[in-house]
C-alpha cells in the first residue's frame, strides 16, 4: 500500500524552527517530484515547496530563505526546515508525491506558531 506519513508539527513561538518529515512506503518515492502544501480552513491548499528527482527545487515567495526542502531517497523521506517562523505560517502542512497518473498526499502535521 503506497502512503505518505508526516510528522514533525507542533506548537513554537514566532522566530522559532521546525523540521517536518514526510515518510513515503513504497517504491515510487525517488521516481517522483515531492512537494510540501499547507492549508488553513477556508482557504486553497498553497504551494510552500517541491523538489524534482533531478534535485530542482521550487519555493514559494513567502517562504524562500526561510524554508528549506530537502529529500533522502535512501530513507524514502521528505524533509522541510523551517526557520524564522511567523504566526502566519501556521496551518496545516502536507506533502505531496506527484505519480503522474494522480497525486498521492499524506494526512497531514498541524504547525501553529504563537507566543
Known amino acids: 500500500q503506497v502512503q505518505l506519513v508526516e510528522s514533525g508539527g507542533g506548537l513554537v513561538q514566532p522566530g522559532g524552527s521546525l523540521r517536518l518529515s514526510c515518510v513515503a512506503s513504497g517504491s515510487f518515492f525517488r521516481l517522483v517530484t515531492m512537494g510540501w502544501f499547507r492549508q488553513v480552513p477556508g482557504k486553497q491548499r498553497e504551494l510552500v515547496a517541491q523538489i524534482t528527482t533531478g534535485g530542482t527545487i521550487d519555493y514559494a515567495d513567502s517562504t524562500k530563505g526561510r524554508f528549506t526542502i530537502s529529500r533522502d531517497n535512501a530513507k524514502n523521506t521528505l524533509y522541510l526546515q523551517m526557520t524564522s517562523l511567523k504566526p502566519e505560517d501556521t496551518a496545516g502542512y502536507y506533502c505531496?508525491?506527484?505519480?503522474?497518473?494522480?497525486?498521492?498526499w499524506g494526512q497531514g502535521t498541524q504547525v501553529t506558531v504563537s507566543s
Open positions: 505531496k508525491a506527484s505519480l503522474g497518473s494522480r497525486d498521492l
